[in-house]
């Protein structure tokens, strides 16, 4: 009796999990929260005006089990991000910075047949002092047709006595889920995060392929990288958060 009880239960939460949500029930929610923080202190990363300090790159490749693909290996680990300033999607009214990505490697894996890696951008910082600020402010606008499900992933890299990101990836990492064909402002509160010396931010994604209807080739554009400084969720502890649940 149980079991069908909880079935249909657990696949009306699942349903409605996907449907797109009305302006009440945003405004009910942990990010419209967090978009509505005062900002009590900001600074700047990069207005998006020049392509200094913003490297491209690929990790991860398949293996090579059949020597007839060893060309198509060879191509496709070679494949990085390209960067370009353009004004045609710009948040501040001048330029944003641009991200073409393939969404996967033309070569099958040796086990699942499937290709793996990840490739983006990063935005180097000279072991930066973060923190000052607490949360991380960034406009990202994506461009991937027949996708229904569009992310990114966030990672911070510290070179202080805490080295950032994490081997398995429990400390300094993000990933985030975002609207396609619109401008999306992201908000990342990082407070619990190690930022004492921060040498790059990074913008990810996995080349594991795509959906049938998806393209071949992803975009993102972003704009206004800022710092932030705003009142904190509360994140760890036993302590109850003060006048919350």
Known sequence: MKCKILLPVAAICLLSAYQEPDDITFRDSASYR????????????????????????????????????????TEATNIVARLALTREHSHDGGQSLRMRIPAGLDAPGPKSGRS????????????????????????IYPNCPGFQVVYMELRIYNDGVEKLPALFGQEGENSLILRNHEWNHVEWEVGNVARDKVTNLEFSCLLSGHEPEGSDSLQYDFDGLTLEKVEPDYIEGWDVWPGRI
Do not use: I
């Open 34 to 73: 967090w978009l509505n923080k005062e900002v009590l202190e900001s600074r700047t990363l990069d207005d998006m005006e020049t392509l200094d300090h913003w490297v491209p790159f690929t990790t991860g490749a398949p293996e090579v089990v059949d020597a007839r693909v060893v060309s198509k290996v």
């Open 116 to 139: 793996w890696g990840s490739t983006g951008v990063r935005r180097q910082f000279s072991r930066e002092d973060w923190t000052a600020f607490n949360r991380v402010s960034v406009w």
